[in-house]
């Protein structure tokens, strides 16, 4: 949805660029919207469920990471995006029932008002700088796997499809998750300065990052670049539904 509207906006076609809960708020205005944004927070509270279990077991196809440090740094990950998900259930959750004040805030101002508080703790520049500098290597991680060997063969059950698509899931794969180091990486950068300036006024989303895209000399070329990305992500992750690799057998 975000790369949708994304890329009508690179389009000029009446889009924008937002974060997932604008987008939850366009699908809140259409006449099925709220069917539609309880079904999107059932859906996500399960895949926070899912994150969370795997937070706790591990993904056990994965021998490499198991018993390491590695294994530890993708359980943290897991647990953190499980929080991400429940949060994005309850916003789908508050627009579907109509409680607009509850379900919608900017996200540039969830940013500065987080980055605020962090900046209010003891050492909250150098804590802050720390969450910046760990989004910005999250984001290089992104472009190691986009650029890297690719893990689909390891991910999937490969032994179910066909070579074609494995060839498609590759590709996609690293579409998508250049997109998502793109995203990442302006947030990081963003949060980086509000740490330098001891400004929280500095910070930003991921609406406000694909903003800052938009902004640049020949940006709705860009953004159009980046929203497709966006979007193979999407078709990604839908079809990782159907061939993710749970549990070694």
């Not at 953004?223 to 992500?233: Q, W």
Request: hydrophobic share 50%; with cysteine.
């Amino acid at each position: 949805m975000v790369g949708g509207l994304a890329l009508f906006a690179a389009l000029r076609l009446g889009g924008k660029a937002t974060d997932p809960s604008g987008a939850l708020l366009e699908v809140g205005r259409n006449p099925t919207g709220r069917a539609v944004l309880i079904a999107i927070a059932l859906g996500s509270l399960a895949h926070a469920l899912f994150r969370g279990t795997l937070a706790v077991v591990g993904e056990q196809y994965a021998e490499d990471w198991r018993g390491g440090r590695g294994q530890i740094v993708r359980r943290i990950a897991y647990l953190g995006s499980a929080i991400l998900y429940v949060g994005l259930a309850g916003t789908a959750a508050a627009l579907g029932l109509g409680w607009r004040a509850l379900g919608h805030g900017s996200g540039d101002a969830e940013a500065r008002r987080g980055a605020g508080q962090v900046l209010h703790l003891p050492f909250g520049r150098i804590l802050l700088g720390g969450i910046a500098a760990a989004i910005l290597i999250a984001a290089a991680l992104c472009v190691v796997r986009a650029f890297g060997t690719n893990d689909v063969r390891q991910r999937l059950r490969v032994e179910v499809m066909t070579e074609t698509q494995c060839r498609v899931m590759s590709v996609l794969g690293r579409v998508a998750y250049l997109a998502r180091a793109t995203v990442l990486g302006i947030i990081g950068y963003f949060l980086a300065r509000a740490a330098y300036a001891d400004s929280p006024h500095a910070a930003r989303g991921s609406g406000g990052a694909l903003r800052a895209v938009q902004a640049q000399a020949e940006g709705h070329l860009l953004l159009g670049v980046v929203a497709l990305g966006l979007i193979a992500f999407g078709i990604y992750v839908v079809l990782e539904a159907r061939w993710r690799r749970m549990f070694r057998r």
